[in-house]
């Protein structure tokens, strides 16, 4: 009964109500954490978790989020070439990986942009039968539509925070306004889109948290996400404490029951300080897990976006969770 009153309350969106849930722990969160599994299991995935296979392809990055240490750590630039994309994903691919998540900070620079079409239309040659996501910023509609021509399929766009006064706060060379014409550009062209905010920024309240699932649960998004914030030793907000995770759980598991037929990562900012963080997170509702053994060992040092020390999960720690909360892994699921 306290289950379904917890989604009853969700799925209409009661503000009063939803701002209770974000702070449930103990017994409470227990019963959202399970409403949230019973609604992941009645969805077209049921009980099975997406698998992806991350390569960073590099961390020179136009933008000046505040809470973002990539480009700002005096590491030095990097952008791999073609050939070490594609000898990586045969590297991956020959582990049975069929979902290749190709990320990179934000740089619209057109020879960037052609080497990764160039990418994704050898992956979809080589791999018929795999899947290419994109997070790369913001780029001009011809960069977009020509991502999506070469074969890939997905793009994540996260907006972080949909209020625009806190917007412009944390990420003052972006706007609010500008990131989602970029979301409805990309979803014009036809990609499936992620998008999503981060739990725990600095001036956040539980109103901005309620405005980001209105907005998430407005937009016509295939993929739905929810970081939690990470006091990076090198941003900016490198003097702010790390976001709650409680907090963040339950935004996920909200998440879940508002957007059940889509994929919500369960990430490795969960696992930061916290034990079985990821586990949790797939507790929660989530249903999607990232490998990070795709980017060069010499790069990946490099691709320092929240913590130099951050977590890169194999793939058998990863099949390992999913196992322990009785899921089932998969190459993909959209």
Request: charged fraction near 25%.
């Amino acid at each position: 009964m306290a289950e379904q009153k917890i989604i009853e309350a969700i799925s209409n969106l009661k503000e009063d109500k939803i701002k209770e849930i974000l702070l449930y722990k103990g017994k409470e969160q227990e019963f959202l954490f399970e409403a949230a599994r019973k609604i992941r299991e009645k969805s077209k995935f049921q009980n099975k978790v997406e698998l992806r296979s991350v390569i960073e392809l590099s961390n020179i990055c136009s933008q000046k989020c505040r809470y973002c240490s990539i480009s700002k750590d005096g590491k030095p630039s990097f952008v791999l070439s073609k050939e070490v994309v594609l000898n990586n994903v045969d590297f991956l691919a020959k582990k049975g990986r069929r979902t290749f998540l190709l990320q990179s900070g934000e740089n619209s620079n057109q020879k960037f942009v052609d080497d990764v079409a160039y990418c994704c239309s050898e992956i979809t040659k080589k791999y018929p039968d795999s899947k290419i996501i994109l997070c790369l910023g913001n780029l001009s509609y011809e960069q977009y539509r020509l991502l999506k021509e070469s074969g890939a399929s997905r793009y994540i766009l996260k907006f972080e925070t949909s209020d625009s006064k806190h917007h412009k706060f944390c990420r003052p060379s972006d706007t609010i306004e500008n990131r989602l014409k970029h979301i409805e550009t990309l979803l014009e062209l036809g990609f499936q889109v992620g998008s999503g905010n981060i739990v725990g920024l600095p001036e956040q309240t539980l109103d901005n948290l309620i405005a980001d699932l209105k907005l998430i649960n407005k937009l016509e998004l295939s993929m739905v996400s929810a970081t939690r914030f990470i006091s990076s030793e090198n941003s900016e907000f490198k003097n702010y404490s790390n976001g709650d995770i409680d907090l963040t759980l339950n935004f996920l598991a909200i998440l879940r029951i508002l957007k059940p037929n889509c994929l919500i990562p369960s990430t490795t900012s969960l696992a930061i300080n916290k034990n079985q963080g990821q586990i949790n997170g797939l507790m929660a509702g989530c249903n999607t897990i990232t490998i990070h053994d795709g980017t060069p060992e010499e790069f990946e040092k490099n691709y320092a976006i929240y913590s130099q020390n951050r977590f890169s999960p194999n793939e058998q720690y990863c099949r390992e969770i999913i196992e322990q909360c009785k899921l089932e892994a998969s190459n993909y699921l959209i």
